[in-house]
């Protein structure tokens, strides 16, 4: 696997991670998160789940070991008793999704909500995680898709390591498409991508264009998203990454997002 340590230490011919060009500059807003609220989605259902109810979200708080994704769940006891013994059981383990221990709820009182935190290791890919959520009301099989965006983690950069990490990659690693902004400012697109990509965004002379920097949450292979909003609303949207598939992915989706 590549890490930037890698990239910049070897291909890049000795650009040093110590020097004093990668220190936070002073002022500039790394974290592409700040502001934005979590989008939540169904887990299960009330009437389906005797009565809980369930929701998760992605937090994009510190992963787990081996590069896990965490995972927000919202258990909702909407009886008029207690539920008690909630407990994840048969992790459908025929991929390669691994989930971390996780400890269980021992009681939900009546008209109370619980949140935990899950942390699931989906190998970089989209495939759900299957398993089953048990408790004293029966047991009721679920999934979790992953978007592609919750795949990554920030990678703080500063311009000129930016800039050279994507000369590096090049060729097949780089994907491009192009859409019209539909009347959004950059400062808007720059919370769009956020809101769909785990990313810092890099500090950028040019106020049009917006450069995020990623990487892969459980092999840590570096993705690049340039966005340039030109004149007239067209916007071209580049994305530079080790893992092919999932840049090509996270492209559509970023040109899809913009252009709606």
Known sequence: QSTLDELLGGDLGGLSLGGENISPIPGANYNSLEGLSRPSHELLHRLSG???SIDYSFPRTESGEGGSVPISLTFNNTTDQDITDVRIEDLDGKGSVTMDEWIGIPVIPSGQTSQTCLYINFNDTLQPAKFTISCNKGRYPVKIQPPVGELLVPQVLVESEFDELRSKLSGMHETSGECDSGGKSASEISQLVSSRISSS???CGNANSLKFGSKTVSTEKMLLVSVDVGEGGKVKVIVNSEAV?????????LVKGIGK
């Open 50 to 52: 005797g009565g809980l």
């Open 201 to 203: 965004l890099c500090f």
């Open 245 to 253: 598939v999932l840049g090509s992915m996270i492209l559509k989706d």
